[in-house]
Each structure stands twice: as structure tokens, then as C-alpha cells.
């Protein structure tokens, strides 16, 4: 496996810091890619401060690949402690470039990894704007 892919990436696979749910979470959702079989479950937690939303934590249950466990894992890196704004900018770029990079078969984690950022904050935002109506 190492020859495939970055120490990094391996140390996040087997060690991931992030795995887990968030049990009083604000938003929970579910992406999947069903010609690899890999399924990522994101938790996110929103903390309010002043005119800003901050994620608080991201957790994530993913089955899959060494690439998409890493990958979800540094997502959840990324986006903690960023704004709602901040974060809708991350791209999988970011997190290939974090993981030491990939064979161009596993890119599609990283991908898929960010799909689930974008889906948690749509939620998020979907479900503010209904409880503020």
C-alpha cells in the first residue's frame, strides 16, 4: 500500500482523528458513489458567534477505501474551526494536496469527501432558513 499512497495519507486511513458521530449534531447526511461502493455519513456541529457560523466538528462514519477514510478524515480537518462562507470554498484539490497527493484512480474520494461538506451545509442552511420562517 505504500508505494500507492503518502505516509500521510496511510497515518489518516489507519489512525483517522475525526471517525465517529456527533450524537446532538445539527445536520447528519450521506453520500455515496455506487460504482466504487464507498458510503461517507458526515456529522457537522455549527457554533454561533456574533454575525458568524463557525464549525464547531465534523464526524464521519465512511465505508470504503484507504482513499476515501483519509480523505473524509482530513476533510473534517479542514473545515473545523472555519466559517460556513470559508468552508463552501474548500475543493477536493485541497484535500489531495493535504493527503500528498493520489493515483488519479482514488481522486474520486476526494471528490466525493467535499460533495458531502457542500450536502451537510446545504442541510444546514436548508434547516436554518425553515426554523427561522
Known amino acids: 500500500m505504500s508505494e500507492l499512497y503518502s505516509e500521510k495519507l496511510i497515518e489518516h486511513f489507519r489512525n483517522p482523528k475525526n471517525a465517529g458521530e456527533i450524537k446532538d449534531a445539527d445536520v447528519r447526511v450521506t ?3 455506487p460504482v466504487c461502493g464507498d458510503v461517507m ?6 457554533r454561533r458567534e456574533k454575525d458568524k ?3 464547531e466538528d465534523i464526524k464521519f462514519k465512511t465505508f470504503g477505501c484507504a482513499a476515501a477514510i483519509a480523505s473524509s478524515d482530513i476533510l473534517a480537518e479542514l473545515a473545523k ?3 460556513i462562507e470559508e468552508a463552501k470554498t474548500l475543493s477536493y484539490k ?3 494536496r493535504e493527503l500528498g497527493g493520489l493515483p488519479p484512480v482514488k481522486v474520486h474520494c476526494t471528490q466525493m469527501a467535499v460533495d458531502g461538506l457542500k450536502k451537510l451545509i446545504e442541510e444546514y442552511e436548508r434547516k436554518k432558513k425553515r426554523n427561522h420562517c
Open 41 to 46: 455519513t458526515f456529522t457537522m456541529k455549527v
Open 53 to 55: 457560523e463557525i464549525i
Open 81 to 83: 474551526g472555519k466559517t
Open 31 to 33: 453520500v455515496g458513489n
Open 94 to 96: 485541497d484535500i489531495v
